[in-house]
């Protein structure tokens, strides 16, 4: 069974602060996502990445980097967090863009900034 | 860009009723649509997906059909029950590993 790991459940921070999110997955998965989920606008992507040191912009890259030096590993930076960030962030893989299959999602991480 | 909207943003049925939830896109050149099921505090999980080669699949009590030339899809779920109230999303993308963008969700609600 595919396992996707987030780091935290519940996260706390404050305005200004530089916050380290961490996904790991265990399946040799290609393909990493981030996501926020914000109540009534759905889960919106941040930044993908298909390969080790590859990254995409998603639909909402602003306030957010990204970083994937290891393939199992695929972390969300926020540069200086500010309360607009607040979120439910998901983080999701899949196995290569060749192949039919579909996205795993972890557990997810409730951040709150202060 | 790939636009979701799902209709309606919440749904209640009687358990035993059947379920039925719309999901439009704009991109034609999309050709995968999967379900998820989000539980209260819990990860979306993927329940059922589709690809533009079939009209219909179905899964036990679930099935998804597709209208390719309409550009909307839709989720059933037959003999509801409260184990079915959830948060469904659907989504599409232009291939199972492509970007997928996603439907703001749908609250569904069984009444035992």
């Known amino acids: 069974d595919v396992k996707v790991t987030q780091s935290s459940r519940y996260l706390v921070k404050r305005t200004g602060e530089k916050v380290f999110l961490e996904c790991v997955q265990d399946?040799?998965?290609?393909?990493m996502f981030w996501y926020r989920q914000d109540p009534g606008l759905g889960l919106r992507l941040i930044y993908f990445?298909?390969?080790?040191?590859?990254?995409e912009k998603g639909d909402i890259p602003e306030g957010y980097s990204v970083s994937r030096e290891k393939k199992e590993r695929f972390s969300l930076i926020l540069e200086s967090a500010s309360t607009n960030q607040t979120s439910m962030y998901l983080c999701?893989?899949?196995?290569?863009?060749?192949?039919?299959?579909?996205?795993?999602f972890g557990d997810g991480t409730r951040l709150s900034i202060l | 860009g790939e636009n979701v909207e799902q209709h309606p943003s919440t749904l209640s049925v009687q358990e035993g009723d059947s379920a039925v939830i719309k999901c439009t896109y704009s991109?034609?050149?999309?050709?995968?649509f999967p379900w998820y099921k989000q539980e209260l505090g819990k990860r979306p999980q993927l329940i059922i997906d589709?690809?533009?080669?079939?009209g219909e699949k179905k899964d036990q009590r679930i099935a998804v059909t597709l209208n390719k030339t309409a550009k909307h899809f839709s989720l059933h779920i037959t003999e509801t029950q409260p184990e079915d109230s959830a948060v469904y999303f659907c989504?599409?993308?232009?291939?199972?590993?492509?970007?997928?963008?996603f439907g703001k969700g749908i609250t569904l609600s069984v009444r035992p």
């Open positions: 990445s298909y390969d080790v040191k590859m990254k």
């Open positions: 991109d034609s050149a999309s050709n995968y």
């Open positions: 399946m040799d998965h290609e393909n």
């Open positions: 989504a599409a993308s232009r291939g199972a590993n492509s970007k997928l963008t």
């Open positions: 589709i690809r533009s080669n079939v």
């Open positions: 999701a893989s899949s196995f290569d863009r060749a192949s039919d299959q579909p996205q795993h």
